[in-house]
T-cell receptor
Framework: GAVVSQHPSWVICKSGTSVKIECRSL??????MFWYRQFPKQSLMLMAT?????????EQGVEKDKFLINHASLTLSTLTVTSAHPEDSSFYIC?????????????FGDGTRLSIL | DAKTTQPPSMDCAEGRAANLPCNHS???????VYWYRQIHSQGPQYIIH???NNETNEMASLIITEDRKSSTLILPHATLRDTAVYYC??????????FGKGITLSVRP
């Protein structure tokens, strides 16, 4: 159980375009979803937290107008990287958590490798 | 959430137990210890978590000291596929996971 599906797994696009990444919880209702970014040889850095039906809460230093997050349902969250540039190239990973108990673990998708040319 | 300290790396022989230590001396009473691992180019995989009692599941065992200031993740029979970065994370209920550098486990044939 507790499967999180992320799509696409990799994407290459030109500088200036916008890219949308989807994150779905397949077998549980995700009241909270998280978006992380990971650069090569570094650890995961939390970008933002979203609760279903609410605006996302962004971590310090993350531009909310550049990284648009939508969490419209209990099973789907999307991250849109707007006007992407080469410095946005990274490994983006979503995570989801249910709300049955306060210690419910977060489960992660397999990530999206984004390359901006 | 309390900070954790892990050695940067360790190795073990295939088939032997891998014991991964973690220090969390500032943990508070309502914070849980979580373990995740990340195999190269994949998302983190949840392994196990606990509050104060030892826990065991099909993947691993988690041993938490009585004072809760440290814990050990035990992989009973390590295989080559267990080679990964293992993260020990402390978080309170309904809080977010913050990743440190983790420990790189290398399982040798």
């Amino acid at each position: 159980g507790a499967v999180v599906s992320q799509h696409p797994s990799w994407v290459i696009c030109k500088s200036g375009t916008s890219v949308k990444i989807e994150c779905r919880s397949l077998d549980f209702q995700a009241t909270t979803m998280f978006w992380y970014r990971q650069f090569p040889k570094q650890s995961l850095m939390l970008m933002a937290t979203s609760n279903e039906g609410s605006k996302a809460t962004y971590e310090q230093g993350v531009e909310k107008d550049k990284f648009l997050i939508n969490h419209a349902s209990l099973t789907l969250s999307t991250l849109t990287v707007t006007s992407a540039h080469p410095e946005d190239s990274s490994f983006y990973i979503c995570s989801a958590r249910g709300q049955d108990r306060g210690d419910q673990p977060q489960h992660f998708g397999d990530g999206t490798r984004l390359s901006i040319l | 959430d309390a900070k954790t300290t892990q050695p940067p790396s360790m190795d073990c022989a295939e088939g032997r137990a891998a014991n991964l230590p973690c220090n969390h001396s500032t943990i508070s009473g309502n914070e849980y210890v979580y373990w995740y691992r990340q195999i190269h180019s994949q998302g983190p995989q949840y392994i196990i978590h606990g509050l104060k009692n030892n826990e065991t599941n099909e993947m691993a065992s988690l041993i938490i000291t009585e004072d809760r200031k440290s814990s050990t993740l035990i992989l009973p029979h390590a295989t080559l596929r267990d080679t990964a970065v293992y993260y020990c994370i402390v978080r309170g209920a309904n809080s977010k996971l913050t990743f440190g550098k983790g420990i790189t486990l290398s399982v040798r044939p």
